[in-house]
């Protein structure tokens, strides 16, 4: 067993993948105080608020780094699905994204909400809007994957609704925060050790 050392100005993450290979039993949708609103081809910048807000303390990053164009053709394609989850007052306080464009599996590319709403049982609410539009006739797979860097109950979360986990990977890359995509202060629970330059 070795430790392998990570450079300052990088991050390094444990990402599990996770799947159904058979539609769960249908279960009634918890009820919440929130709706999802579905974002038909939405503009770049309005997508970025968005995932920011539900996104930094977990270090997403990775639409961040897209041109406008390929983060347009990735969210205007008519097999992706965008949803806002959104408050009684019209805030937008999550995200969904359901990937189709694999034939026969339906990912959920992006799935979370505000961190201020931790611990309120929406992530359930959330979950199970989910799979009920996951599921279209014609899917086999339903997968998702999370990293050691999201919410730290997040990966039994995921089983708890029934997901497996089916692989796990090494991921390492430059901290968000040391290129200026996020702020220093972001995700306060993963040191931000900037490079030494």
């Known amino acids: 067993m070795g ?22 039993l249908p279960r009634p949708i918890p009820p919440a105080p929130l709706r999802l609103e579905r974002w038909s081809a939405p503009e770049p910048a309005r997508y970025r608020a968005l995932f920011r807000r539900v996104g930094t303390r977990w270090l997403w990053f990775s639409r961040l780094t897209l041109a406008e ?12 699905e965008v949803y806002a989850a959104v408050d009684r007052r019209g805030i937008e306080v999550g995200m969904l994204e359901l990937d189709r464009r694999v034939g026969g599996a339906c990912e959920f590319g992006y799935f979370a ?30 997968w998702v994957h999370t990293c050691t860097l999201d919410h730290p109950s997040a990966l039994n979360f995921y089983r708890a609704q029934g997901f497996t986990a089916v692989a ?30």
Do not use: H
């Open 113 to 142: 909400l505000v961190p201020e709403l931790a611990g309120q049982g929406l992530g359930r609410w959330l979950m199970a809007e989910a799979l009920a539009r996951a599921w279209a006739p014609g899917v086999e797979r339903v």
């Open 3 to 24: 430790l392998i050392a990570v450079a300052p100005g990088q991050l390094a993450t444990i990402v599990t993948t996770l799947e159904m290979r058979a539609r769960p």
């Open 168 to 197: 796990r990977t090494i991921e390492t890359f430059d901290d968000p925060r040391a290129l200026g995509m996020l702020p220093e202060d972001a995700a306060p629970q993963v040191p931000y050790l900037a490079s030494r330059r």
């Open 69 to 80: 164009a390929e983060l347009a053709r990735i969210i205007g394609d008519p097999a992706v």
